[in-house]
């Protein structure tokens, strides 16, 4: 029985997404890889599914990304001129795919992408994870993202 079981477990396959970021990104590649890049405060999250178009990669049982939504009012924009004072900014859940988790009420300073994927059904975005420079907000380098940023402008 132990040998069937093993057999069917072999072949019974889905996939999987892991992370896998190495070391910590410097400021200023950081800042330039980034569209946006702001100080701001958690003031909400919620689990979302994000509907994907995965036809034209043949898989039929990938309808949904569940990802966190987190609701960010902004204190200070760094780079990225169309942000609001409000925004959003989604992200795994922390789980091994790489997603940053953020605590309501807590102040960050955010590294975020624009993502627009076609097989996610032409989805655009704003999402960070924990391979980028996000982290809880820090004077020091708060005060060296902006000395970064004044030298080139990056808005």
Not at 7 to 14: C, E, H, P
Not at 29 to 44: E, M, N, P, Y
Not at 50 to 76: A, H, P, R
Not at 78 to 92: E, F, P
């Amino acid at each position: 029985m132990k040998k069937y079981l093993l057999i069917v477990m072999l072949f019974i396959t889905s996939f999987s997404f892991a992370c896998s970021c190495i070391g910590k990104s410097k400021i200023k590649t950081s800042l330039k890889s980034a569209d946006a890049v702001f100080v701001g405060t958690i003031i909400s999250s919620k689990k979302v599914k994000i509907k994907m178009d995965s036809s034209n990669v043949g898989i039929d049982s990938l309808n949904f990304l569940s990802m966190m939504e987190y609701k960010i009012s902004i204190t200070q924009r760094i780079k990225g001129k169309t942000l609001n004072d409000t925004i959003k900014v989604y992200s795994g859940f922390g789980n091994g795919d790489c997603g940053f988790r953020f605590n309501i009420g807590q102040k960050y300073i955010v590294y975020s992408h624009f993502e627009e994927y076609s097989w996610w059904g032409k989805v655009n975005f704003l999402s960070t994870d924990i391979c980028m420079r996000t982290m809880i907000y820090n004077d020091k380098e708060y005060k060296k993202l902006i000395r970064i940023g004044k030298r080139k402008d990056y808005s």
